[in-house]
């Protein structure tokens, strides 16, 4: 019995959100998704830590420019919360990347999009998690 994929996405303009949580709930993942990084880290706990040993999701895909902690800041902020997803696990997006920006959020592992989304590189970037999960298990 295969265990089910986990995804959260967190986005603020409600459309991007539930465009990516249609989007994964096809590729077959159970999605939680969250207007602001502060409602997920909400989520976890109460002081918001992950008390996890493993990752709890198997994606975390975010937008950059957000109101209160943005994408950028979260990344910076996950390892401390004690995050044990891996770089190649996360994504963030932005219709808007600085260069600065871009170039921050490559340095902490985290794979780049633009938006409006590539839907094509989305799959690609999906495709390859899932073939070396199955490399992985054997």
């Given at each position: 019995?295969?265990?089910?994929?986990?995804?959260?996405?967190?986005?603020?303009?409600?459309?991007?959100?539930?465009?990516?949580?249609?989007?994964?709930?096809?590729?077959?993942?159970?999605?939680?998704?969250?207007?602001?990084?502060?409602?997920?880290?909400?989520?976890?706990?109460?002081?918001?830590?992950?008390l996890c040993s493993e990752p709890c999701v198997d994606l975390l895909l975010l937008d950059n420019k957000m109101p209160g902690l943005s994408g950028l800041d979260f990344l910076k902020k996950r390892s401390d919360l004690g995050c044990?997803?891996?770089?190649?696990?996360?994504?963030?997006?932005?219709?808007?990347?600085?260069?600065?920006?871009?170039?921050?959020?490559?340095?902490?592992?985290?794979?780049?999009?633009?938006?409006?989304?590539?839907?094509?590189?989305?799959?690609?970037?999906?495709?390859?998690?899932?073939?070396?999960?199955?490399?992985?298990?054997?």
């Amino acid at each position: 019995m295969q265990v089910a994929r986990k995804a959260v996405v967190v986005d603020d303009m409600d459309f991007c959100r539930a465009f990516l949580t249609d989007y994964l709930t096809e590729q077959s993942y159970q999605v939680m998704s969250f207007p602001s990084a502060t409602d997920f880290i909400a989520h976890c706990t109460v002081d918001g830590r992950c008390l996890c040993s493993e990752p709890c999701v198997d994606l975390l895909l975010l937008d950059n420019k957000m109101p209160g902690l943005s994408g950028l800041d979260f990344l910076k902020k996950r390892s401390d919360l004690g995050c044990k997803l891996k770089s190649e696990q996360l994504a963030m997006f932005s219709g808007s990347w600085t260069k600065k920006e871009k170039q921050q959020a490559e340095n902490l592992g985290c794979l780049t999009f633009p938006k409006p989304y590539d839907v094509s590189a989305m799959d690609s970037w999906l495709e390859g998690l899932e073939m070396k999960n199955r490399v992985c298990a054997k």
